[in-house]
T-cell receptor, first 113, second 113 residues
Framework: NAGVTQTPKFQVLKTGQSMTLQCAQDMNHNSMYWYRQDPGMGLRLIYYSASEGTTDKGEVPNGYNVSRLNKREFSLRLESAAPSQTSVYFC????????????FGEGSRLTVL | DQQVKQNSPSLSVQEGRISILNCDYTNSMFDYFLWYKKYPAEGPTFLISISSIKDKNEDGRFTVFLNKSAKHLSLHIVPSQPGDSAVYFCAASAGAAGNKLTFGGGTRVLVKP
């Protein structure tokens, strides 16, 4: 039972490069999320998709774009990476309008030099 | 301005004793509160939750207390075990916001044998 799978797990970029973080879930969840975790800041919501075909900004969307490719997959794209985007990124999914219980992937550690 | 705060970044406790983790929030619209546990190199996992209509919820060794008037919640772990050593995140959501969770900065717990 894979749950939420993120790729890649590690990535080093140079300032200005672009990349896409991939996320897929096999729990038939409607809602998917991208969070970033920084020391002392907890997890902050970047973008979320309440259901297939919809996406909305979270708390810290600047510098990111997302695509809800289908019900299973939700990707996060950095068009021009900046050092401030060095972080650990977590994808999560949930039943739509549930009690808030999210299922997280293992995380993707991104370093921007 | 963080809406959910965990003022203790770390906590050390002896095995078998009680661990008490605290969390404060400022947004009176929050009506559902959750605790997540995170081990290194893994994604957060759901631990326990509480609705704003309750003041206590218990699940085995874990109990969450909610004081709405003080906008404060706490997680009690009794008895603490070495496997409880992890980072614990407090999170909150507002009904209208669906599953969008706002997280605190986390508390690192170390349970000493």
């Amino acid at each position: 039972n894979a749950g939420v799978t993120q790729t890649p797990k590690f990535q080093v970029l140079k300032t200005g490069q672009s990349m896409t973080l991939q996320c897929a879930q096999d729990m038939n969840h409607n809602s998917m999320y991208w969070y970033r975790q920084d020391p002392g800041m907890g997890l902050r919501l970047i973008y979320y998709s309440a259901s297939e075909g919809t996406t909305d900004k979270g708390e810290v969307p600047n510098g990111y774009n997302v695509s809800r490719l289908n019900k299973r997959e939700f990707s996060l794209r950095l068009e021009s990476a900046a050092p401030s985007q060095t972080s650990v990124y977590f994808c999560a999914s949930s039943v739509q309008k549930s009690t808030g219980e999210l299922f997280f992937g293992e995380g993707s550690r991104l370093t921007v030099l | 301005d963080q809406q959910v705060k965990q003022n203790s970044p770390s906590l050390s406790v002896q095995e078998g004793r009680i661990s008490i983790l605290n969390c404060d929030y400022t947004n009176s619209m929050f009506d559902y509160f959750l605790w997540y546990k995170k081990y290194p190199a893994e994604g957060p996992t759901f631990l326990i939750s509480i609705s704003s209509i309750k003041d206590k919820n218990e699940d085995g060794r874990f109990t969450v207390f909610l004081n709405k008037s003080a906008k404060h919640l706490s997680l009690h772990i009794v008895p603490s075990q070495p496997g409880d050593s992890a980072v614990y995140f407090c999170a909150a959501s507002a009904g209208a916001a669906g599953n969008k969770l706002t997280f605190g900065g986390g508390t690192r717990v170390l349970v000493k044998p």
